[in-house]
């Protein structure tokens, strides 16, 4: 490989580095404002690692998770709500009926989370 297609090849993958980057902008954006499986997750038993927002309140009010694992957050309700971490971990804003935010938590521990616009709804995510 000469010099001049090392710089091609790094050109071509800055490019690709921009795209991903700035398509991983748009996604993160919309992250919990427009994932179809909302109101799926508000009918039945829902799975181990979901917390339905409902009547003002988080349910389950501790969900357990193993490290690594993926909590789902998601408004069954009418109003807006939000989940936000009381330390300042993760902020999902405000989730309109059937929006969901997700996050994945590596880290052991307690992480007692609320609603901003309702802080009286508390509830705890544990990592094992
Ligand atoms: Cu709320």
Same mark, same amino acid.
């Given at each position: 490989?000469?010099a ?8 071509a993958a800055?490019?690709a580095?921009v795209? &991903? %980057? ?9 992250v +919990?404002i427009t *994932?179809? #499986?909302?109101?799926?997750?508000c ?12 009547d003002?309140?988080?349910s389950?009010?501790?969900?357990? &998770? %193993?490290?690594?694992g993926?909590?789902i957050w998601?408004n069954? +309700?009418?109003? *807006?709500? #939000?989940?936000a971490?009381d ?10 009926r059937?929006?969901t935010?997700?996050?994945v938590f590596d880290t ?6 609320h ?12 990592v094992?």
């Amino acid at each position: 490989m000469n010099a001049k297609s090392t710089y091609s090849f790094a050109c071509a993958a800055f490019a690709a580095a921009v795209a &991903v %980057a700035s398509l991983a902008g748009c996604f993160s954006e919309h992250v +919990g404002i427009t *994932q179809p #499986s909302g109101e799926a997750l508000c009918t039945g038993v829902p799975p181990a690692n979901v917390v339905r927002i409902q009547d003002f309140a988080f349910s389950p009010a501790q969900i357990n &998770v %193993a490290r690594g694992g993926t909590v789902i957050w998601v408004n069954c +309700g009418q109003q *807006q709500h #939000s989940s936000a971490s009381d330390t300042g971990v993760w902020d999902s804003g405000l989730l309109a009926r059937f929006a969901t935010y997700s996050r994945v938590f590596d880290t052991a521990g307690s992480f007692p989370f609320h609603c901003n616009p309702h802080p009286f709804m508390q509830a705890t995510v544990v990592v094992q």
